[in-house]
C-alpha cells in the first residue's frame, strides 16, 4: 500500500488564502528587519574574527569532546572544535580577545599548551589570527554569493518562463532568506559560514519547489485556456500538493534526526534548514503563486509559442479532473 500524506485529489483554494498570507508574511519580514537592526545577528568567530588552529594527530582520532572540554576550561570564550580532512585532524576556533595583537598571541600559546597536554604528539599544522578585517570581509562575501544566486535565479526564470514567473520565484526567495535572518536574530543561534551554507541551500530546495508548481502552472494554462487564472492556478498547487508535503516531509524527517544525534557542530545547520524547509513550501504555494495574479500574468504571453508538441516540461499524457468536464 502506498503511503500518501494526503487525498490524490484535493480542492483546497489556496488563492482564497492569498491576502491572509500576503499580510502575515509582511508583518513577519518586517519583525525580521526590526530584530535584525534592533539586536543584530550572533554572529560566530568566521565573522567576529579570531584564532584559528589545524591540528593533527600521530593516527589516533581526535577525541573532541576532550578537546572542547579543556579549551573550555581557559575561560577564552566561544570555542568551536571541528573535524576536517580525516578523523585525525581537527579545526579549532577561539573567538577574538579584547585587545590587540599581544593579547590574542598568549591566547594563542595557552590553547598549544593545554592541546600539548591533552593529546600526545599534538601537531599544529597551521594557525593563524583572523583580524577584523577578515571577517568584514566575509560578511561582504556572503551577502554578495546569496544575492548573486538569487539574481541568476531571476534570469534563469525568466528565461524559462515569462518575466512574471522570475518575479515571482525571487520574490519567494528573498521571503525565505529574510525570514532566516530573522530565525536567527530572535532564536541568537550562532551565525557562521556553515548558515550562510544553509541560505544558499534554501534557495535550492525553494526554488525547486516553485519550479514544480510553475511547471505545472504552465502546462495548464496552455492545455485549459479559457480558464479564469485563479481556478488554473488553485488547480496546478492541488496537482503538486502531494508530491510537495511528501518531499518536505521526508527531508524535515532527515534533518530533525540531524539536529538530535548530529551533535552541536551541525545544530546550527539543521536549524537554519529545517525552518528553511518549513517556510519554503509555505512561500511556494501561498506566495509564489498569487504573485502571478498580483502581475496579471496573462495566458496569451504563454500561447504566443504553439510548439508544446516540442517541449519536454509539458507532460500531456497525465490525466486530470478538467478532461472529464
Request: aromatic share 8%.
Amino acid at each position: 500500500m502506498l503511503l500518501r500524506l494526503v487525498p490524490q485529489k484535493t480542492e483546497i483554494n489556496f488563492l482564497g488564502f492569498r491576502k491572509i498570507a500576503i499580510a502575515l508574511s509582511a508583518l513577519l519580514i518586517v519583525a525580521s528587519m526590526a530584530l535584525f537592526a534592533i539586536n543584530s545577528l550572533n554572529y560566530g568567530i568566521d565573522f567576529k574574527g579570531g584564532i584559528k588552529l589545524e591540528i593533527g594527530t600521530q593516527g589516533e582520532p581526535v577525541d573532541f569532546d576532550t578537546v572542547r572540554s579543556s579549551l573550555n576550561g581557559l575561560n577564552l570564550g566561544e570555542i568551536a572544535v571541528q573535524g576536517y580532512g580525516g578523523p585525525d585532524k581537527a579545526l579549532i576556533r577561539v573567538e577574538r580577545q579584547p585587545g590587540g595583537n599581544e593579547e590574542q598571541n598568549a591566547a594563542m600559546e595557552q590553547v598549544r599548551q593545554k592541546l600539548s597536554e591533552i593529546i600526545e604528539g599534538v601537531e599544529f599544522r597551521d594557525q593563524a589570527v583572523i583580524g577584523p578585517k577578515v571577517s568584514g570581509e566575509l560578511k561582504q562575501d556572503g551577502t554578495i554569493a546569496v544575492s548573486v544566486a538569487v539574481l541568476l535565479v531571476l534570469v534563469y526564470i525568466w528565461f524559462r518562463f515569462e518575466w512574471q514567473f522570475g518575479l515571482g520565484a525571487v520574490i519567494a526567495l528573498v521571503h525565505d532568506v529574510l525570514l532566516t535572518i530573522g530565525f536567527f536574530a530572535i532564536t541568537r543561534l550562532e551565525f557562521n559560514l556553515s548558515i550562510i551554507a544553509a541560505l544558499l541551500t534554501i534557495v535550492g530546495y525553494s526554488l525547486n519547489d516553485t519550479v514544480v508548481v510553475y511547471d505545472r502552472v504552465r502546462e495548464n494554462i496552455r492545455k485549459y485556456r479559457k480558464k479564469p487564472m485563479e481556478e488554473v492556478l488553485n488547480f496546478s498547487l492541488n496537482q503538486t500538493l502531494s508530491r510537495t508535503v511528501m518531499t518536505s516531509v521526508t527531508t524535515l524527517l532527515a534533518l530533525v534526526a540531524l539536529y538530535v544525534f548530529g551533535g552541536p557542530v551541525i545544530q546550527g545547520f539543521t536549524a537554519a534548514m529545517i525552518w528553511g524547509v518549513v517556510i519554503g513550501t509555505y512561500s511556494s504555494i501561498f506566495i509564489a503563486s498569487p504573485v502571478l495574479l498580483i502581475f496579471k500574468l496573462r495566458p496569451e504571453a504563454l500561447l504566443r509559442d504553439e510548439s508544446d508538441d516540442n517541449d519536454p516540461t509539458v507532460d500531456k499524457s497525465r490525466p486530470t479532473p478538467f478532461d472529464q468536464m
